[in-house]
């Protein structure tokens, strides 16, 4: 389904230490031979990726923070003041396929959660990348933390093998057959984008195809810290380049990802992004008014390979 995908579409092409090496486009020179090809080693060592994070530290500092300081935003994108945070207690890890089930109190707040959808997007080739299979890992086991189903969780990666789409497939999750570039608009349904380490133009589109008070107050974005990107570029280039990053600074609530030694190559610059409702509701009115699409010069170092061929926005609804 995925064969094609690899040519021409887009795909982070991250610079800071840590990231995984990728091509800069199209025309990049090969990689090496594939490590691992076969699929039931690539699962092995995908769950043995979820072990080792499941009994980590920073596992547990994530768990501490999940249920601290993302109840709230968690609650607001459901649309009620929900005890989320109750039920999140209750959830508990442990090394098999399964989560322990929450006692049968606190299954009403859990449904809440289950209908959340999550899109990932740039995950890498975790079939020879450790550092791609460790974050494949966290997403996995936050999928269970929050009981999303696995069907509810779309992925997407140009770059993404055979046997790396038929290991997603047994995984549960929903392997997207088109680059999106981004433009996903979540249609009303409470999402968590999952983008570590993307290009910011990525942030943008999806910023873009989702400007709106009420869509925006109901995603969550794991990628990039946005006070990062402020940091690094020149404002003038930032409100130029990336005007829905740049205009959406202040109506932004961000939490650090934990940081932990081992794992700090492959979750560095990483952040929860939430947008508080009173927050957006606080912004300029102008800010809603320009609601073009964004367009990128061909010079400009997207850190995204992009897609061959118009398409239209699509909805998490057609998958």
């Known amino acids: 389904m995925m064969a094609a995908a690899a040519a021409g579409e887009w795909k982070t092409v991250p610079k800071r230490r840590g990231r995984r090496p990728r091509p800069a486009g199209p025309d990049a020179a090969p990689e090496a031979p594939e490590v691992g090809g076969d699929g039931g080693a690539v699962r092995r060592r995908v769950w043995k990726a979820r072990e080792d994070l499941l009994i980590s530290n920073l596992w547990h500092l994530a768990e501490g923070m999940i249920q601290k300081r993302l109840t709230k935003p968690l609650e607001q994108l459901q649309g009620v003041m929900a005890p989320i945070s109750e039920a999140l207690e209750h959830v508990h890890l442990k090394p098999s396929q399964h989560p322990v089930e929450a ?4 299954e009403d707040s859990l449904k809440r959660t289950s209908h959340f959808k999550c899109v990932c997007y740039g995950i890498g080739k975790f079939a020879s990348c450790v550092i791609a299979c460790s974050q494949l890992a966290f997403l996995l086991l936050f999928l269970e933390k929050l009981q999303i189903p696995r069907s509810h969780c779309y992925i997407f990666d140009p770059l993404f093998n055979e ?3 038929s290991v997603l497939n047994t995984l549960g999750l929903t392997v997207l057959s ?4 981004g433009k996903r608009s979540i249609c009303d349904e409470p999402t968590i984008f999952y983008m570590i380490h993307c290009g910011t133009a990525l942030y943008n589109n999806l910023l873009w195809s989702n400007w709106s008070v009420t869509s925006l107050s109901k995603m969550i974005i794991i990628g990039n810290s946005f006070k990062g990107i402020e940091g690094k570029l020149l404002t003038k280039i930032l409100q130029k380049d990336y ?5 959406i600074l ?3 609530e961000e939490i650090e990802f934990p940081q932990t030694l081992h794992y700090m190559d492959i979750f560095n610059d990483t952040a929860f992004h939430w947008f508080p409702l009173q ?3 606080e912004l300029p009115s102008e800010t809603w008014t320009i609601q073009e699409e964004p367009h990128y010069s061909k010079s400009e170092e997207l850190e995204i390979i992009r897609s061959q061929r118009k398409q239209t926005p699509p909805f998490l609804g057609q998958h």
Do not use: C, F, H
């Open 279 to 281: 927050k957006l509701k």
């Open 243 to 247: 005007p829905y990053v740049a205009k």
């Open 250 to 252: 202040k109506g932004t």
């Open 103 to 106: 006692p049968n109190v606190k």
């Open 178 to 181: 088109e680059n999106e570039e």
């Open 163 to 165: 046997v790396e789409i």
